[in-house]
């Protein structure tokens, strides 16, 4: 009897599987790739990968019975207040559009399924972290500001992630405040981090000529000086950002700061 039940769960696992897989391909790969994405790839998509799709939605959703109910509820009745994906991505790609009559609730069920157990992949997962390592290299590298550290974040970049996100629930005169306060600040930066990178590289010359240290004490002290008028720009840019939110919209946005 033990051997029976064994069989038939193991049958139905390979049922579930084969028709989730089948049914992926079918209905969803058109626009999704199913492969890890690459830098190479990128440009041609149409849509996120699916690998980015499932991690974005089990980052935010808990649960299996939770994750196949979004699923369910949004490919049926897509909005943008209800993507896990982030605005930007949500802006350059478009809202999926309603799949009522393209696929079956039975279809979906399988669909579901096979995407809660196989994505995201460890191998995208990798990936996304050695990408997002590389990007933090880089910012650091090319910040303007004294003091660089997730205690001090970008309030620019974090309502640009999530500007449309039901859960913040940024009002129509919020939205428009903070253009204004992104539009004020990103021209500021802009300005001050042309004057820097120039000035460190007309350092960084004199340090490969063989100049003495002396020489470039002006520059060092005028970086510093735009460095420090930079940081101020960021600070003014969080607290003006903080004025206009709700303490839950801070929340989450800044779930750490609790």
């Not at 599987?17 to 149409?46: D, Q, R, V, Y």
């Not at 001090?152 to 309502?159: A, E, G, I, Q, R």
């Not at 802009?190 to 960084?204: H, R, T, V």
């Not at 002396?214 to 950002?241: D, P």
Request: charged residues 25%; proline residues 4%.
């Amino acid at each position: 009897m033990k051997n029976i039940v064994l069989l038939m769960t193991v049958a139905g696992s390979f049922v579930f599987a084969s028709n989730g897989e089948a049914l992926i391909k079918e209905k969803c790969a058109t626009c999704h790739t199913l492969s890890i994405p690459t830098m190479e790839i990128l440009p041609s998509f149409k849509a996120p990968p699916m690998d980015a799709v499932m991690f974005h939605m089990k980052d935010v959703i808990k649960g299996e019975k939770n994750l196949k109910a979004f699923i369910a509820d949004y490919v049926y009745n897509p909005d943008v207040s209800k993507s896990v994906c982030e605005s930007n991505k949500v802006q350059k790609f478009g809202v999926m559009p309603s799949q009522k009559g393209k696929v079956t609730q039975e279809e979906l069920a399988f669909i579901s399924d096979y995407m809660i157990a196989t994505y995201p992949r460890k191998k995208f997962i990798q990936n996304l972290k050695e990408i997002l390592k590389n990007d933090e290299i880089t910012a650091l590298r090319n910040s303007p500001f004294l003091i660089n550290s997730e205690n001090l974040p970008h309030m620019t970049k974090l309502l640009i992630q999530n500007w449309d996100k039901a859960k913040l629930g940024l009002s129509d005169v919020q939205k428009s405040q903070l253009i204004v306060i992104r539009k004020n600040t990103i021209g500021g930066i802009k300005k001050l981090k042309k004057q820097i990178k120039f000035l460190e590289f007309e350092i960084a010359e004199a340090m490969r000529d063989r100049e003495s240290v002396e020489s470039v004490e002006k520059e060092v002290e005028e970086v510093a000086k735009l460095k420090t008028e930079a940081t101020m720009i960021h600070l003014k840019c969080i607290a003006n950002t903080m004025a206009v939110l709700k303490d839950k919209q801070v929340a989450f946005l800044l779930p750490m700061w609790e």
